[in-house]
């Protein structure tokens, strides 16, 4: 470049995610149009053909079988790359109207996906099993066959088909309006927020950001406007999650699932077992957590820890990070473990697969989402420059390098559950702050980085595990009735007594908690709360074999990744790692490297 103007156009270019390769055009896109358009009848066309393919399954009708079940799998993996689309259209431009307009259009489009798949779920439950197997045994669909078999054994437990189709319509105007409705008040929400002499009017969302803030008055007016603003919802919000509760409650009596847990751990493809162990194995590590907090209340002036303290910052740095040398980093950084890794994160940078410029028209917040079709992903960020930003940048490069390694399978291989999702992401944070770690500059680096691991872990050991025993403790009681406003506070400082032990002072609890955290309204996703601890230890684990066998385990790190799609998460931990997730040991070990940062802590801030 022959002046610095076109080096800074440049350098703002490569801020800027190209989606003009994917659809030309934005929202207004003639090819993003043609292409919903076609699922659309893709869409109607595959119900027609159901309805003509024959009742049963024999050696004559299985070919025809196999062909719909291969262009459903085809459909899956369109429709989500529509959607993909349609969020990252809305990203760029949160004020981009059409890009909302094709969100409605999606609804219709997964309705009618869910229902196709409800009716080959119904299918799959009549079918003799020597007649099943025989289908999926060879060909193509064996390659699925994890997903295909899941998918009946799962219909095997659920109601006949005409009350599950039922209950699925009534639950859009029912079930999933009490999550709509939450969602709706939580987003009107507003407060008069005092900083600098000023009062602002602002969101919940910005609220929340406060309580990271390094000044503790801010962090504790935070909290307080917080609880005031849900204080003024609370009696509603009870009713909500009373409401929320009770049909979830009806819906798996009538299923017959006899623990609220069974529908998480379903969709997490883990035993229960597991989940104890994980729990236990938390419970057991929180008190060498406690000099932590020690330490860190020294630091900090603090002669209490409240609930408004959890993220306290400690430390700092002065260094910025530009983007071209957060592209710098991570791709040297992750070359140490693996040249594929880093080579992939380049071309990322190299595409423009990253959305990563400061713009006010942004929506907030960070996500990976893929293009399977195509076989590419796109990242979408704001990048400041910070510390912060550069591992949300290797995080979310976690994420496309694991679509990336699953970019030749079956779109039905590469379906991970939740828990397992974070996997490649959390892995990339570690690689990434471990190497930041050892080069930094000085005490005051060394313990930000330091607490930013710890404080995680703090988060999702205690805070996490609350929730846990919240929604557990609330499911048990919800039985028996409606619980009041004042009932729900006492289960949550229960709760929060359990899993914080000594490290939450006993004026710091939150006993609204419940109505303040959205993730209790999810009807899509229940218990989500588990899979965050989870893919946290689970990565560490993973992690921790890396930092011991070096780069040779590069390619069994590949090799586990590629197979979070196609098994239950304790046959990828025993073909992997040679662990059993359902038995303590793996989780104790896990709980410890994560804390075993805790004695260099204490040291450094004294
Ligand atoms: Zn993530």
């Not at 699925?168 to 999550?179: F, T």
């Not at 070096?550 to 390619?555: E, H, K, L, M, R």
Request: glycine residues 6%; negative net charge.
């Amino acid at each position: 470049m022959s002046n610095g103007l076109d080096k800074e156009a440049v350098a703002n270019l490569a801020m800027k995610w190209n989606l003009e390769s994917i659809f030309p055009g934005g929202s207004a896109s003639a090819e993003y149009n043609a292409f919903r358009d076609k699922l659309k009848a893709d869409l109607a066309a595959a119900h027609k053909s159901f309805d003509d393919l024959p009742k049963e399954l024999s050696s004559s009708s299985r070919d025809a079988y196999r062909t719909f079940i291969l262009e459903f799998q085809r459909i899956a993996s369109h429709v989500e790359c529509a959607y993909s689309m349609a969020d990252c259209l809305t990203a760029q431009d949160v004020k981009d109207s059409k890009a909302l307009d094709i969100f409605q259009e999606m609804d219709v489009l997964v309705s009618e996906y869910n229902n196709l798949e409800t009716r080959l779920e119904a299918f799959g439950k009549k079918q003799d099993d020597n007649e099943w197997a025989a289908l999926i045994e060879d060909g193509e669909l064996s390659r699925v066959r994890f997903y295909l078999d899941e998918l009946r054994r799962n219909a095997r437990n659920k109601m006949d088909e005409e009350f599950e189709s039922f209950a699925n319509e009534l639950a859009v105007n029912g079930y999933h309006a009490w999550n709509r409705l939450y969602d709706k008040m939580a987003g009107d929400l507003k407060v008069d927020f005092v900083e600098d002499g000023k009062t602002t009017e602002i969101s919940l969302g910005q609220l929340a950001s406060k309580m990271d803030s390094p000044d503790r008055s801010i962090r504790q007016q935070a909290f307080e406007k917080l609880e005031g603003a849900w204080e003024t919802r609370a009696d509603y919000v009870t009713m909500i999650l009373n409401s929320l509760g009770g049909f979830r409650l009806t819906l798996y009596k009538h299923r017959k699932w006899d623990s609220p847990l069974y529908e998480p751990l379903v969709m997490g493809r883990m035993k229960r077992e597991t989940l104890d162990a994980m729990w236990r194995a938390v419970a057991k590590g929180v008190s060498k957590l406690v000099p932590y907090i020690e330490a860190k209340k020294k630091l900090l002036g603090m002669d209490k820890f409240m609930w408004y303290d959890q993220t306290a910052p400690v430390g700092k740095s002065d260094r910025t990070v530009s983007f071209a040398d957060a592209r710098k980093l991570i791709v040297k950084h992750l070359g140490g473990f693996s040249d594929e890794m880093a080579k992939f994160s380049d071309t990322a940078f190299e595409k423009r697969w990253i959305e990563a410029e400061n713009r006010s028209d942004k929506a907030a917040g960070g996500f990976c989402t893929g293009f399977g079709p195509i076989k590419e992903s796109r990242i979408f960020m704001t990048y400041l420059d910070t510390f912060g930003d550069l591992m949300t940048l290797a995080h979310e490069l976690g994420h496309a390098y694991h679509h990336n390694v699953l970019r030749e399978d079956p779109y039905f291989a590469g379906m991970y559950p939740m828990n397992l999702a974070e996997t490649a992401s959390i892995f990339n944070e570690l690689l990434v702050t471990d190497a930041a770690l050892s080069q930094a500059a000085d005490q005051d680096e060394k313990l930000m980085l330091l607490d930013q691991k710890l404080s995680r872990a703090h988060v999702l050991f205690c805070n996490l595990h609350a929730r846990f025993i919240f929604d557990s403790t609330f499911y048990a009681e919800r039985k028996d009735g409606v619980i009041p406003r004042k009932r729900l506070e006492e289960l949550m400082v229960q709760a929060q007594k359990e899993a914080f032990g000594d490290t939450l002072d006993s004026d710091g609890y939150y006993p609204l908690f419940w109505a303040s955290k959205l993730h209790f309204f999810l009807t899509g996703i229940p218990f989500y709360n588990f899979p965050y601890t989870f893919g946290f230890l689970f990565a560490g684990g993973v992690y921790d074999r890396a930092k011991k066998e070096g780069a040779a385990f590069a390619s069994k790190y590949r090799n586990l990744l590629h197979d979070t799609g196609s098994m239950t998460t304790e046959e990828l931990g025993q073909k992997h790692l040679g662990v059993d997730l359902t038995k303590d040991g793996f989780w104790e070990a896990a709980v410890d490297r994560m804390l075993e940062d805790v004695e260099q802590f204490v040291e450094l801030a004294r």
